[in-house]
């Protein structure tokens, strides 16, 4: 009964920021390392973040590296990611991802629970 609920997304104009957040029920968060992915109409999930279990090590794509930073609060169970500098091509959906793996690949299998996911849309 691993639940995840992501929020924070929206309609944002180029140049803008966001912060999705994510919280996680029903386990031990603690024990997680965590991911966001984002998947756009027509194209592969891809992960843009990656966090390990304490936090004090993380990844990003290529794509997002400088304009986005995850980072996790284990008191509250959440996770987030704030978005900076968003472009036109960060347009998807995010979701974010739970792992018993300490360094997962990007990959979305070695992911085992997931939200339902959150829509970012940037356009002017």
């Known amino acids: 009964q691993v639940q995840l609920v992501e929020s924070g997304g929206g309609l944002v104009q180029p140049g803008d920021s966001l912060r999705l957040s994510c919280v996680v029920s029903?386990?031990?968060?603690?024990?997680?390392?965590m991911g966001w992915f984002r998947q756009a109409p027509g194209k592969e999930r891809e992960r843009v973040a990656h966090?390990?279990?304490?936090?004090?090590?993380?990844s990003y794509a290529d794509s997002v590296k400088g304009r986005f930073t995850i980072s996790r609060d284990n008191a509250k169970n959440t996770v987030y990611l704030q978005m900076n500098s968003l472009k036109p091509e960060d347009t998807a959906v995010y979701f974010c991802a739970t792992s018993g793996l300490a360094t997962p690949t990007s990959q979305s299998y070695e992911y085992g629970h997931w939200g339902q996911g959150t829509q970012v849309t940037v356009s002017s």
């Open positions: 029903g386990g031990t968060f603690r024990t997680y390392s």
């Open positions: 966090i390990s279990w304490s936090g004090g090590r993380t």
